[in-house]
């Protein structure tokens, strides 16, 4: 991860595991996916899909069909736009990459549940990639192949 993090796009659908049915008929519907209990709750099944191929041939024409009659339409045009941007390699650059996480972060009620903030997220993936970054003079491990590039001393 020589950015700090590893972003992947998904889509998942969470359902008490008494309506797993309903979970088994998105396995049917997208081709694909895991039906897995989540972490720390076994009572709670989530069913998710992270293939990009998957998502982009199976998931984003469903949803392209049927969200305009939702309220989370706004995350749906942001998905849209991250999967674009994936295409394009965008994931592959500190910006690209930190334009990636912004939008992310405003999905889902603009990212309540997140574990890390976002400034601490876009802080680890821009520094040492752009000028005056927070935390640039910080000590960091860096991959061999980074610290060869910027002229570092190799350590045993």
Do not use: W
């Amino acid at each position: 991860m020589p950015l700090g993090f590893y972003v992947q796009p998904a889509f998942s659908i969470t359902q008490h595991r008494c309506r797993r049915a309903l979970l088994e008929m998105a396995v049917e519907e997208f081709q694909g996916g895991r039906i897995a209990p989540k972490p720390g709750n076994e009572a709670v099944l989530v069913y998710a899909i992270d293939s990009r191929p998957l998502l982009r041939e199976r998931v984003v024409p469903f949803l392209q069909r049927y969200m305009r009659f939702s309220a989370r339409m706004g995350d749906f045009t942001r998905f849209m736009v991250i999967m674009d941007l994936y295409e394009a390699g965008a994931h592959r650059t500190a910006e690209g990459l930190a334009q990636i996480v912004e939008l992310a972060y405003a999905m889902n009620a603009n990212g309540k549940q997140r574990q890390r903030p976002l400034e601490h997220v876009l802080d680890r993936i821009l520094r040492g990639h752009t000028p005056d970054t927070p935390g640039r003079g910080e000590d960091m491990v860096r991959p061999l192949r980074r610290r060869r590039e910027l002229g570092g001393i190799e350590t045993t």
